[in-house]
């Protein structure tokens, strides 16, 4: 009898350990950490996937320094290890926004049309990267540098006419065939505004430096403006359509800086009219740069978040260079990485040495997110 219990009471220790080894790995799958995307999430549960990061064009003092960069004036080192990095994922994405500032100009349309060449010259070049081989689709947004002249007599910046065609004229090819964007009186200024989807994504592109001519007010012109109401009209249209589960803004300025509203030069001055709109209509995130840093927030401490990813090589504050990517889960779930590598000293310094890896990670909640980052 003593026996009999004894091998029920082993019996039973044996048969809960197994329920708990099994049950631990079952939950061990089913909550992932994000911290280890690079070692595999299951192919099956991302529904689609895109990166995005915008700043990577030199100083005007590292302009012909052949160390830093090339005809293109972008930061060559980062470029590349960016571009190798997005490529050589076992999980690539789908596409990748490149926001902005991709090369200095902010003089006059001859450098623009010179430097907007050389940095398609190299984005081609196989010797250089497979990003443009790779099955990637590269969309194209510009920035202050491609859209504004920097006026010494004043130190500010404002519209440099021409550059719209300039920038037709190279980066149309990396602008999405199927987007929808502004028809009539006003199509011509505002062709690099536009919306498009993929997948169950909903995107809105934002020109945030749309060219306009000088007026009596403004002799030289605004900076900063947006066709505000068609992007507002593109959200809810997004909003309204049963295939769009989410929908990201994107443009190269932000409008929060330093968790504070800006209207001028570091923003634009429609934020106080957008803002509200992205938070009606549920936006998952406004996607920026400008700001040569890296900063996760949601400004309302509930909601639409704005991501700066102005880290992409550019110099500033940024402590890390890299590129973000966001992960739209099968089970609904939006999973947000940021990755990246400790800047070199100077900021176009190679540094193999320094490994790339997830500097921040989370899942974009509706509800307030802890965040390590958000400036206070």
């Not at 403006?225 to 989410?246: S, V």
């Not at 320094?354 to 400036?375: A, C, E, G, R, V």
């Amino acid at each position: 009898m003593k026996q009999t219990i004894s091998y029920t009471i082993k019996y039973l220790i044996v048969t809960v350990v197994i329920t708990l080894i099994f049950s631990n790995c079952n939950n061990s799958k089913k909550n992932q950490t994000v911290l280890e995307i690079d070692k595999g999430i299951p192919q099956d549960s991302v529904v689609f996937s895109f990166s995005f990061v915008g700043c990577n064009r030199v100083q005007y003092g590292d302009w012909h320094n052949r160390k830093a960069t090339n005809a293109s004036t972008a930061n060559i080192s980062v470029l590349k290890r960016i571009f190798n990095d997005i490529s050589s994922k076992k999980q690539q994405p789908s596409l990748f926004f490149f926001l902005g500032d991709l090369v200095l100009a902010e003089s006059d349309t001859k450098n623009l049309n010179d430097q907007l060449k050389a940095w398609v010259e190299l984005y081609n070049d196989k010797t250089f990267s497979n990003v443009n081989s790779s099955g990637i689709e590269l969309v194209a947004v510009p920035g202050n540098h491609e859209m504004l002249f920097y006026d010494t007599s004043d130190d500010k910046e404002y519209p440099l006419e021409g550059t719209t065609e300039v920038w037709m004229r190279y980066m149309k090819p990396y602008m999405p065939k199927d987007r929808t964007h502004i028809t009539g009186k006003d199509s011509i200024v505002n062709q690099m505004t536009f919306s498009f989807s993929r997948a169950n994504v909903g995107f809105v592109v934002m020109n945030t430096d749309t060219y306009n001519k000088p007026t009596k007010e403004k002799p030289k012109g605004y900076e900063g403006l947006i066709p505000t109401q068609w992007i507002i009209h593109q959200i809810k249209q997004f909003k309204k359509n049963p295939a769009i589960d989410h929908i990201f803004v994107l443009g190269h300025k932000p409008y929060y800086v330093d968790g504070k509203p800006e209207t001028g030069h570091k923003g634009f001055p429609e934020g106080p009219v957008l803002w509200p709109e992205l938070q009606k209509s549920n936006v998952v995130a406004l996607l920026s740069a400008h700001v040569h840093d890296y900063d996760r927030m949601q400004p309302d401490e509930k909601g639409t978040y704005q991501i700066i990813a102005g880290n992409g090589g550019s110099d500033g504050a940024a402590t890390f260079f890299g590129y973000s990517t966001i992960n739209i889960l099968s089970n609904g779930d939006i999973q947000y990485l940021a990755k990246g590598f400790t800047k070199g000293i100077p900021y176009y310094e190679d540094v193999p040495s320094n490994k790339m890896k997830i500097q921040d990670s989370t899942i974009l909640s509706w509800s307030k997110n802890k965040n390590p980052y958000q400036k206070k």
